[in-house]
């Protein structure tokens, strides 16, 4: 048998030389030096060291408060005047988009159409993973037509490197109809954020599992989306002093809340709320409003769309333009 020289390893394509070098500049790609011996930990001492590493991304979300405030500024602006909050991303970050975006109907009342959730790969990725989905750019555009967005509308991309391509073309399609755009990375100078209207970076450092930006970088994220979806619902009137005002009372969990909410907001005992409520069809507001005021359920559904849903507003007038009482303390 004759020995013959290893045939050359051939080049990889230039375009994975580029992406390989650019992921090995992103933050979230590097190797935690920390937590080398990871999988030689026992179990409690990797539970903590993945605490300790969560606390991280609260850290980063911290560092990006003012960016968080002017969005909210920004998306509340466009939800008064008709426009809808859509959030986008691949892979784990368009699940925490989803995910928020379909906790919003039943916790604040809304129309599901407010504030809308889009994944790269659509339904099918929530569950299972489409890894090539994000590598589409023109998908991105194309999804974000397919849901009418327009200038009225206010998009968060969503993209852990920064960089997806997915995330891009959305973005990029939405400043050119106009939208209101934010890019939220979780590395510094993202592609994302210089593509949007606003960059929300939150730089959470390298994973404790290199890589896998469902951990630190999907915390942080989800934070972020949490502080911006809440925050415009309670500029909105969907809270009343931090009562959660406009729940839909869908299961016995969430009418046995509202009853307690009622309770809470007006010193009423159970039965005093509960008939309330059912007085006006279950609306909280409005059970609130007339326990406090007095006024008949129809009066106080009038004056709650008269106000555009804002109870401190309606309770306002109703009393001649002064505040109401304070509920009575047990």
Not at 36 to 42: K, N, S, T, W
Not at 54 to 70: D, G, K, L, R, Y
Not at 74 to 91: D, S, T
Not at 152 to 167: C, E, F, K, M
Request: hydrophobic share 50%; glycine share 10%.
């Amino acid at each position: 048998m004759t020995w013959s020289a290893p045939m050359p390893t051939p080049e990889p394509p230039a375009e994975h030389v580029r992406l390989r070098d650019l992921l090995a500049d992103l933050s979230t790609e590097g190797v935690n030096d920390a937590h080398a011996e990871f999988d030689l930990m026992p179990a409690e001492a990797q539970v903590g060291a993945m605490l300790e590493e969560s606390t991280a991304a609260v850290a980063a979300v911290a560092e990006v408060m003012p960016q968080i405030a002017v969005a909210v500024d920004a998306i509340v602006a466009r939800l008064r005047a008709g426009g809808r909050l859509v959030y986008l991303g691949a892979g784990t970050a368009g699940r925490m988009g989803v995910l928020d975006a379909s906790e919003i109907p039943p916790t604040f009342g809304t129309d599901p159409a407010l504030v809308v959730g889009v994944i790269a790969g659509g339904d099918t990725a929530l569950r299972s993973a489409v890894e090539n989905a994000e590598d589409d750019a023109e998908q991105g555009a194309a999804d974000l037509a397919a849901i009418g967005l327009t200038a009225a509308d206010a998009l968060v991309g969503i993209s852990a490197s920064g960089r997806t391509p997915y995330v891009v073309g959305a973005i990029e399609h939405a400043r050119r109809v106009g939208a209101f755009t934010v890019g939220l990375a979780c590395n510094r100078d993202s592609e994302i954020g210089r593509a949007a209207d606003l960059a929300i970076e939150t730089v959470v450092g390298p994973e404790i599992v290199a890589g896998s930006t469902r951990l630190k970088g999907g915390t942080a994220q989800k934070l972020v989306l949490n502080a911006i979806s809440t925050i415009a619902m309670v500029r909105l009137g969907k809270v009343h002093g931090n009562l959660m005002v406009d729940v839909q009372a869908t299961n016995a969990k969430l009418r046995a809340r509202a009853e307690r909410i009622v309770m809470q907001a007006t010193g009423a005992d159970a039965s005093a709320a509960s008939a309330a409520l059912e007085s006006v069809g279950g609306s909280v507001k409005a059970a609130i409003l007339v326990t406090l005021t007095g006024v008949g359920p129809e009066v106080a559904l009038a004056r709650l769309a008269a106000e555009d849903g804002v109870l401190r507003d309606a309770l306002s007038s109703v009393n001649g333009g002064s505040a109401p009482a304070e509920p009575a303390t047990e």
